[in-house]
């Protein structure tokens, strides 16, 4: 079982930065490929970023490809988003899942608004 907790999210003025955290609890978080998907109410889920169990292969949504780097560290079972160039259709709450869907934090808000 894993669980996940997202953090990091705020109000930020366009072309601002943030780095949203998702902290895990659970052995087997350091061999899940992991996703950032957003969504905001009545809106559809859209994928943003994946990445595999090593941190060796990401890849990107093409509205985020060179603004947003995921990472992680699986010493500190912790994954990570950092956002940058940020724009105010960036704005939703974001969730960090495995790649299965099976595991799902409750989502950290992030508006971009000046």
């Known amino acids: 079982q894993v669980q996940l907790v997202e953090s990091g999210g705020g109000l930020v003025q366009p072309g601002g930065s943030l780095r949203l955290s998702c902290a895990a609890s659970?052995?087997?978080?350091?061999?899940?490929?992991m996703v950032w998907i957003r969504q905001a109410p009545g809106k559809e889920r859209e994928f943003v970023a994946a990445?595999?169990?090593?941190?060796?292969?990401?890849n990107y949504a093409d509205s985020v490809k060179g603004r947003f780097t995921i990472s992680r560290d699986n010493a500190k079972n912790t994954m990570y988003l950092q956002m940058n160039s940020l724009k105010p259709e960036d704005t939703d709450v974001y969730y960090c899942e495995d790649a299965g869907h099976n595991y799902w934090g409750q989502g950290t808000q992030v508006t971009v608004s000046s």
């Open positions: 659970g052995r087997a978080f350091s061999s899940l490929p």
């Open positions: 990445i595999n169990w090593s941190g060796g292969y990401t």
